[in-house]
């Protein structure tokens, strides 16, 4: 397990290669998040130039937040609770409708101290991300302190827009080039 240091330069580090890959590219990336508190935004908003790939975060730690914000439906709320698959897919489409982002990351979860149960205990987080209108969900049980917890949630929803988004650019077909010589 990573230290808290060591996690918070991995953020730093995942925060520069998401700059670098999408960097003049048009593309911009959304957040939407619970219980990291904006901390996606704020790891990348601190690589200079994100203006240019990135749109926006919303920060939705209550439910009425990921309703109101987001769209999150009352119904799956009440059935799945806020920590969980369906609610973190809710949260991750309603961040591109609600955005111009390309690319979208979501994130709800158990930090702790308190809060946590047999079913769902301290450290459970759910994550989502949405490229290009595909929608995939995981759920990581993290140990440690809420700020391990926490750091943890941040670093895995950066690898998974890295990992995605290069996937997604890979399919992409080759830019033509087209050069012309001046007589």
Wanted: glycine share 10%; aromatic share 6%; net charge negative.
């Amino acid at each position: 397990m990573l230290t808290y240091a060591d996690q918070t330069l991995l953020i730093e580090a995942l925060a520069t290669q998401l700059g670098s890959l999408l960097r003049g590219r048009g593309l911009y990336v959304v957040t939407a998040e619970s219980c990291t508190g904006g901390w996606v935004a704020e790891a990348i908003t601190q690589v200079a130039g994100s203006s240019g790939w990135f749109d926006r975060g919303f920060v939705t730690y209550s439910n009425d937040a990921k309703r109101e914000m987001l769209g999150v439906r009352p119904k799956t709320l009440e059935q799945h609770g806020a920590v969980s698959k369906a609610v973190v897919e809710e949260m991750v489409k309603g961040a591109l409708k609600k955005s111009r982002g390309t690319f979208a990351v979501s994130i709800s979860g158990i930090a702790g101290p308190d809060g946590g149960t047999e079913e769902k205990p301290v450290g459970t987080v759910w994550l989502a991300w949405s490229i290009q209108g595909r929608v995939d969900s995981c759920q990581v049980c993290l140990p440690g302190e809420r700020r391990e917890v926490r750091s943890a949630a941040v670093s895995l929803a950066l690898q998974g827009l890295l990992v995605r988004i290069r996937d997604w650019l890979d399919l992409q077909p080759a830019q033509e080039f087209v050069v012309t010589v001046d007589e």
